[in-house]
Each structure stands twice: as C-alpha cells, then as structure tokens.
C-alpha cells in the first residue's frame, strides 16, 4: 500500500537549533517525494522536491530508499519556520495529480 | 497570474442534501486535483481531472464525483451530504510546463 508516515504531530525547537521534520514512506513503484508547507492564513504551498535536489530557505531533504525516507532539515531554524509541514509522494514519470500525504507536523521555533 | 481560486469559500448544509463547489485553476493549467482535509484523516486525494476527463481517483464513495469544464475549471459534487463530510476541500491545479500543484485557498463545509 502506497502510504507517507510522519512520527511527530509537534517539533518545537528553539530559535538556531537544528530541525529534522521526519518522514517515512512505503510505495511499490519509484516514488517522487516533496514537502509542502503552510503558513498560517495560507495556502498550501510546495518547498521543495527530491528531483530538484536545491535547497529551499535553507531546508533540504534526501531520498533514502533504503530506509524509504526523505527527512527534511535545517542547520538552523528560524521563527519565520513554524509552520505545518506535509510530506507527500507522487509516482515518478507519470503525472503527479495525485499526491499522497502524510498527516503533518507542525515546527512551532520558539525565541 | 492569478492563483487558484475556490468558491464559495464557506458553506453550511444539513445531512442529506447535496453540494457543488468550484475550482478556477491558473490561466494555462488543465489539470486539477481534488483533496479532502479533516484533523482525522489529513489530507486525502478525491480525484484528478485532465482535458475534461477524470485520470485519477481516490477511496472516496460515490456520493463524491467531479467534472471539469472545456476552460478546465471544475467543479465537485457531494451528493447526501453525512456530518462526516465536514472538511476544508482544496483543489489544486497542474500546467503542462511544471508539473507542480499549486492549490486552492479551499472550501471549509459545515454539514449540521
């Protein structure tokens, strides 16, 4: 079953500690992965993807497939981070209509 | 260009009846996909219309269906409406030159 496993609801950190938002999937084909965000009193918006491999206000994420994850990070967060954080799979080479969410965690960066 | 746009952006209806709810997407974009967001469930792909015909689909009954319209907005029905159905519904829209979703500001439905 295609499936998107994020462990932690909540991550609060302090302004300058690193992040690790986790994120864990299961999908039988070649998946592509991406992290959305949402800001608050916004919409849903897409940080960045595993293709593109850049980094993205200072986040990245690597694609491990042998542990199926593409945690995403930051040396050093900032309060203009807290956000909810969505890691979704689609299928590579097809058409990414459909993406499959995780349930979210929310990075609240305390001062 | 102009973003996504949804409406309405709020709506209250009481079980059983029915309910339709639009998507604009970005000039040039033919597809657009439908999701239902609740705190239970998260998010959750209903399904993708391209160039006027359903390519994708969820685990969703069918009291849940869709069309998209030649100038590719689309619309989602929800037919005898249950309380379960209460969610923020988003919609997303793809281009041909990325394939990115860009989304929809949603519907919040209220079903009492």
């Known amino acids: 079953a295609q499936r998107v496993t994020q462990p932690e609801k909540l991550l609060s950190v302090f302004k300058g500690a690193p992040v690790e938002l986790k994120c864990n999937y299961s999908?039988?084909?070649?998946?592509?992965l991406f992290w959305y965000v949402q800001y608050s009193r916004q919409r849903l918006q897409l940080l960045l993807r595993h293709i593109s491999r850049e980094s993205i206000k200072g986040f990245t994420a690597d694609l491990n497939k042998g542990e199926t994850s593409f945690h995403l990070k930051k040396p050093f967060a900032q309060e203009e981070d807290s956000a909810m954080y969505y890691c979704a799979l689609s299928q590579v080479g097809g058409n990414t209509g459909k993406l499959i969410f995780g349930q979210g965690t929310t990075l609240q960066v305390k001062p | 260009k102009a973003g996504v746009t949804q409406t309405p952006r709020y709506l209250i209806k009481t079980r059983g009846q029915q309910v339709t709810l639009s998507c604009s997407p970005i000039?040039?974009?033919?597809?657009v996909s439908w999701y239902q967001q609740t705190p239970g469930q998260g998010l959750q792909f209903l399904f993708e219309?391209?160039?006027?015909?359903?390519?994708n689909k969820g685990n969703f009954p069918g009291r849940f269906s869709g069309r998209q319209f030649s100038n590719s907005r689309s619309e989602m029905n929800v037919s005898t409406l249950e309380l379960g159905d209460s969610a923020l519904y988003l919609c997303a829209t793809t281009g041909q030159a990325t394939d990115t979703q860009y989304f929809g500001p949603g519907t919040r439905l209220t079903v009492l």
């Open positions: 999908y039988s084909g070649s998946p592509e």
């Open positions: 000039s040039g974009h033919r597809s």
């Open positions: 219309y391209f160039s006027e015909t359903q390519r």
